[in-house]
């Protein structure tokens, strides 16, 4: 019985460590994730687009829609990835709370319970994460095709203007 406590308390010990090292990254990711992500610059981007839209080709205007539309869906499956482990994050710590709560009066029935936690918050884990990343794979994935647009719609806009300046000759002498 001496060795089951023992091992019981080392284990709650482990849990708990694990629990706060969790909220702590956890807290740190917040903190941190407006910094490492320059979002003010990716929407003042999107209305730099559309500030000038009366002023683009047919051909730059279907550039500048198609951009705007990656650049959203990239920020919205990036916050899609984030939701999801943030989730699995408040939930996992519930639970890993409940487990840890089962070691007072440790027996067989509750090591089950405790087994049946542990499993449910890995699955869940494995799940979460998953879905997160494949939707940082889709933001990834519209952001380089929206980079790519971009330099389509520098030469589109390049080749309108100097179209528009053999159209407009000065005339003034």
């Not at 694990?18 to 917040?30: H, K, M, S």
């Not at 979002?39 to 500048?64: G, M, N």
């Not at 408040?90 to 499993?119: H, M, P, R, W």
């Not at 179209?163 to 003034?172: A, D």
Request: glycine fraction near 4%; proline fraction near 1%.
């Amino acid at each position: 019985m001496i060795m089951t406590e023992i091992v019981a308390d080392k284990t709650v010990e482990v849990v708990k460590n694990a629990i706060e090292t969790a909220d702590g990254a956890l807290d740190l990711y917040n903190k941190y994730l407006d910094q490492v992500i320059p979002w003010q610059t990716f929407d003042e981007t999107i209305k730099e687009l559309s500030r000038f839209k009366q002023e683009y080709s047919q051909a730059a205007s279907v550039l500048v829609g198609d951009i705007k539309t990656l650049l959203m869906d990239s920020q919205d499956k990036y916050f899609e990835a984030t939701q999801t482990v943030y989730e699995w994050c408040g939930v996992a710590t519930q639970l890993l709370a409940a487990y840890i709560l089962l070691f007072d009066e440790y027996n067989e029935k509750k090591a089950s319970a405790q087994k049946d936690i542990l499993i449910k918050v890995l699955d869940d884990g494995i799940t979460k994460l998953n879905e997160a990343q494949k939707s940082l794979l889709v933001s990834s994935q519209s952001f380089n095709n929206a980079s790519g647009k971009l330099l389509a719609l520098d030469s589109q806009l390049t080749n309108d203007f100097s179209e528009k300046k053999q159209l407009f000759p000065v005339t003034g002498r």
